[in-house]
């Protein structure tokens, strides 16, 4: 093993065990390094205290071009950011003298709005659900819960219902969600999630459960009473779209989007709603306040009689 593959699994670990990093993070930080090591491996680099400015630049030009298909500007972007905090690990560690990627900056990325649903779109997904029936009753959970705080998805499938359970009887009390690297957060539980939460305990889950070889405590079920993954929730989810007929691709993360721009619209501060999200950085939420604004003005173009020639 050369200098280089070692101090890039010494990062890798590093990240997990201590940074705390999701799976997906460090996959996607193994396979940008992966690609790192292989391009200094052709330029003849095996140990990361040789690496030069100059290497880091090409390798982002050579991501730029690609051998096939060109890769994306963010995927660039988050290729050289991984880059860079590898150097910056291998400088901690004793590995090197300097961090050669300090100076090189990631491509510039067009600035991509986030696709929110109308209220109504989103009250005709809530509708789908039958929740007459066990399944429709989980499906009805997963959907509020995810538009109801705007949790990401891989919040809402960690849940387990002691994490719920006191918030029913108390609707002051917040529900507790961990994200990006366990940062904790509170948010409130509104009524119709409280209300879809107890539906499914007392009636849904029970015929889960019984079907599980080893019950466990998770809150939301898969069809043989394990928990439910994040992308079962997603096929859920995509499920749902196509029966409420809303035109176009729906993610979990669309409804976190539209949970940050309906807040937004009736007024709530970009802070709070900063916080509600989990975001380190005010900046990553104010793009919701473009989505807005460009909400505002396609109103404007569409209704008022003075808006065209």
């Known amino acids: 093993m050369s200098s280089l593959d070692r101090t890039i699994g010494d990062y890798l670990d590093h990240l997990e065990a201590e940074v705390g990093a999701s799976v997906h993070t460090v996959a996607g930080y193994r396979r940008d390094l992966a690609r790192y090591r292989d391009f200094l491996a052709g330029e003849g680099i095996q140990q990361v205290a040789d690496v030069h400015a100059d290497h880091v630049a090409a390798f982002a030009q050579c991501l730029r071009a690609g051998t096939g298909p060109a890769l994306a500007a963010s995927s660039v972007?988050?290729?050289?950011?991984?880059?860079?905090?590898?150097?910056?690990?291998?400088?901690?560690?004793?590995?090197?003298?300097?961090?050669?990627?300090?100076?090189?900056?990631?491509?510039?990325q067009g600035k991509r709005l986030p696709k929110a649903l109308s209220v109504d779109q989103v009250q005709a997904l809530l509708d789908v659900p039958d929740r007459t029936t066990p399944t429709g009753l989980r499906d009805a959970v997963l959907l509020e819960l995810l538009y109801g705080t705007g949790a990401r998805v891989s919040e809402v499938c960690d849940l387990d219902v002691d994490d719920v359970s006191s918030q029913l009887d108390d609707p002051d009390l917040g529900l507790r969600l961990f994200g990006k690297g366990r940062k904790e957060r509170i948010v409130p539980l509104g009524s119709?999630?409280?209300?879809?939460?107890?539906?499914?305990?007392?009636?849904?889950?029970?015929?889960?459960?019984?079907?599980?070889?080893?019950?466990?405590?998770?809150?939301?079920?898969?069809?043989?009473?394990?928990?439910?993954?994040?992308?079962?929730?997603?096929?859920?989810?995509?499920?749902?779209?196509?029966?409420?007929?809303?035109?176009?691709?729906?993610?979990?993360?669309?409804?976190?989007?539209?949970?940050?721009?309906?807040?937004?619209?009736?007024?709530?501060?970009?802070?709070?709603?900063?916080?509600?999200?989990?975001?380190?950085?005010?900046?990553?939420?104010?793009?919701?306040?473009?989505?807005?604004?460009?909400?505002?003005?396609?109103?404007?173009?569409s209704s008022h009689p003075r808006a065209r020639g």
Do not use: M
């Open 192 to 301: 119709y999630a409280r209300t879809a939460i107890g539906d499914w305990l007392v009636r849904g889950r029970p015929t889960f459960i019984a079907r599980a070889a080893r019950p466990g405590p998770a809150l939301l079920l898969n069809a043989r009473g394990g928990r439910l993954s994040r992308q079962s929730a997603f096929n859920v989810l995509a499920e749902c779209a196509e029966r409420a007929r809303i035109g176009v691709p729906v993610s979990p993360h669309t409804l976190r989007h539209s949970f940050a721009t309906h807040l937004l619209d009736g007024g709530a501060d970009v802070r709070v709603v900063q916080e509600l999200l989990g975001h380190a950085s005010v900046t990553t939420t104010q793009i919701y306040t473009l989505v807005t604004a460009e909400h505002l003005r396609e109103v404007f173009l």
């Open 77 to 108: 972007a988050r290729a050289v950011a991984a880059v860079r905090s590898f150097h910056a690990f291998a400088v901690r560690d004793g590995d090197a003298e300097q961090n050669p990627a300090v100076q090189v900056s990631p491509p510039k």
